[in-house]
């Protein structure tokens, strides 16, 4: 392997590759979909937020919403 020259071994044709190679490894794909859950984040596609932001732009809600301002409790 060299990162200099951009080899390395398992850079070869998918015919050549060993079998343990061509399967794909799902659990770390949905182990970070379920931390970003856990997190309170939603995967949504393009469409979908297009479609919601514009319900919101119909409904008068801004796209960006800020932060509440907290009032000293003095």
């Known amino acids: ?5 951009r080899t390395h071994p398992l850079l070869r ?6 079998d343990q190679f ?3 490894n799902l659990e770390e794909p949905q ?3 379920d931390f970003l859950n856990d997190q309170g984040y939603a995967i949504v596609t393009k ?6 932001l514009t319900l919101m732009r119909k409904s ?3 796209e960006s919403v800020e932060a509440p301002v907290e ?3 003095e």
């Open 31 to 33: 182990a970070l979909l």
């Open 47 to 52: 469409g979908e937020l297009e479609a919601m």
């Open 13 to 18: 044709p998918w015919a050549e590759l060993p």
């Open 60 to 62: 008068g809600l801004r």
């Open 71 to 73: 009032s000293d409790p």
């Open 1 to 5: 392997m060299s990162i200099t020259a």
């Open 22 to 24: 061509k399967i794909p």
